[in-house]
């Protein structure tokens, strides 16, 4: 049993990382080049979405490298102190920094979406920007503990033995395991049963006897575009793909901090060493790369944000080989006849 899940984790690795890798590089640049246009810049929800997509990208790059190189080699964070020790500072501060965007993104569309003007005053992009500056500041801070107490013990990197790792498992399960699908959650379902409750169907209100009756929406659907309509089924679809992928993780994370006094056999270690991969980077980095890829299969306005982008690269592109074949044609010309001058 030990070697075949020993040969599964590595073929995980070699060939799930490595897509993974790919498919998220390509996915975030894309999502990064539409979100970053104007139309998407003065909307605070496609802010936090930018910000998240950002990190990422940067997650990516610089973890699945690594992850895959270690699926036929010693893993560097094993045997070096300062990659291990860098590892689990850079991978836990960007994973929050995900989270808390996302969970901004909740809070975001969910007072977006309320009857309350003062309310609705939180979801303007001056606030985004606000927030995201202090969210950014705040998770490149908390986490530099785990680059002062993770340690390389029997050829791991863990965290250290004692008060530490009980405090690590507490801060776990806490802040990295149910928080955030907790408030992604309690947030997503405010802001779809206000979208719910804006989708009131239009009412006939009747002018006068001989007058024809005039269609009347509330003023909620008058607020709310079309736009602002797909990004909260955009970030609900999101939080449900959340909550799938990360919820083994919060469950290990519990089970390893409860049963972490038993006795335990060889097998059992192999068992639950592979659940935490599995869980923790495997299933959890599919949070980083799907993005762009489940806004393509949900939202069709999504994709025609898409199909202009790649038009506007290709017109792009058909302008400047235009101005250069201008350009060499004249200089072509001056060659045959230059000016002579008298």
Same mark, same amino acid.
């Given at each position: ?65 690594? =992850? ?7 893993? !560097? ?11 689990? @500072? ?13 969970? =901004? ?19 303007? !992009? ?6 995201? #500056? ?29 008060? @530490? ?5 507490? @801060? ?7 928080? !955030? ?33 005039? &269609? ?30 990360? #919820? ?22 192999? &068992?639950? +060493? ?18 762009? @890829?489940?806004? #393509?299969c949900v939202s069709s306005k999504f994709r025609q ?6 038009? +506007? ?6 302008h400047v080989t235009i101005v250069q074949h201008d ?16």
């Open positions: 049993m030990a070697s075949s899940l020993a040969e599964a984790q590595q073929d995980m690795s070699l060939y799930g990382l490595s897509t993974f890798l790919a498919f998220g590089t390509i996915g975030n640049v894309l999502l990064i080049c539409i979100l970053v246009q104007r139309t998407h810049r003065r909307n605070s929800c496609s802010l936090y979405l930018l910000s998240a997509t950002i990190v990422n990208l940067i997650l990516i790059e610089c973890i699945l490298p690594v =992850a895959v190189y270690s699926a036929k080699s010693v893993d !560097p964070q094993n045997v070096s102190l300062i990659w291990c020790k860098i590892r689990s @500072y850079l991978f836990n501060a960007l994973l929050m920094l995900y989270r808390w965007y996302k969970m =901004a993104a909740g809070i975001d569309r969910a007072a977006m979406c309320s009857r309350h003007a003062w309310i609705r005053s939180f979801s303007q !992009p001056r606030i985004a920007l606000r927030t995201i #500056l202090i969210i950014t500041t705040i998770w490149l801070i908390i986490p530099i503990h785990l680059g002062v107490f993770f340690r390389i013990e029997s050829g791991h990197c863990v965290p250290q033995s004692g008060t @530490y790792a009980k405090f690590f498992s507490v @801060y776990s399960i806490l802040i990295s395991g149910w928080s !955030p699908p907790t408030v992604m959650a309690i947030f997503g379902v405010i802001a779809y049963r206000n979208l719910k409750k804006i989708r009131t169907r239009i009412r006939p209100t009747h002018i006068g006897d001989n007058q024809p009756a005039a &269609i009347t929406g509330t003023i909620n659907q008058q607020r709310v575009g079309r736009r602002d309509q797909q990004l909260i089924i955009l970030l609900m679809c999101e939080v449900l793909l959340y909550i799938g992928t990360n #919820l083994l993780y919060s469950i290990n994370i519990t089970y390893q901090a409860i049963t972490s006094n038993d006795q335990k056999t060889s097998d059992r270690l192999r &068992i639950e +060493s592979f659940i935490s991969y599995f869980s923790t980077p495997f299933l959890i980095i599919i949070n980083n790369c799907a993005p762009f @890829y489940l806004y #393509l944000d898409v199909k202009d982008l790649f038009l +506007s690269c290709y017109h792009c592109r058909r350009l060499r044609t004249k200089t072509h010309a001056i060659t045959i006849h230059p000016i002579v001058s008298h």
